[in-house]
């Protein structure tokens, strides 16, 4: 089982800037992780994609928030992180964190799991 924790989260006026993060974590280790992205879900919204990177670097992105927000990774310590600039009142949402294809080990069936979500409120 693998466990996703989220941080950096808050409330900021618009134009201003937040950074989250996201650790993976298993009782033993974790083998690999396919993907490793951040979706939200505002109020009465269904939750979207904003944006994804996978173990090779590759990116996507929502186009709401291309050129503002952006995605990295830290492959060795299973960490995700999001840089969100120039945020907007329509970025408001609950933000969750998610791992697509992990596996404990090699033999270990690709799973998805889901953070917790972190709140994000962007006021005008």
């Known amino acids: 089982q693998v466990q996703l924790a989220e941080s950096g989260g808050g409330l900021v006026q618009a134009g201003g800037s937040l950074r989250l993060s996201c650790a993976a974590s298993?009782?033993?280790?974790?083998?690999?992780?396919?993907?490793m992205g951040w979706y939200r879900q505002a109020p009465g919204k269904q939750r979207e994609l904003v944006a994804v990177?996978?173990?090779?670097?590759?990116?996507n992105y929502a186009d709401s928030v291309k050129g503002r927000f952006t995605i990295s990774r830290d492959n060795a310590k299973n960490t995700v992180y999001l840089q969100m600039n120039s945020l907007k009142p329509e970025d408001t949402a609950v933000y969750y964190c998610?791992?697509?294809?992990?596996?404990?080990?090699?033999?270990?069936?690709?799973?998805?799991?889901w953070g917790q979500g972190t709140q994000v409120t962007v006021s005008s």
């Open positions: 298993a009782s033993g280790s974790i083998f690999s992780i396919n993907a």
């Open positions: 990177i996978t173990s090779g670097g590759s990116t």
């Open positions: 998610a791992a697509e294809g992990a596996r404990e080990s090699r033999w270990s069936y690709p799973r998805d799991y």
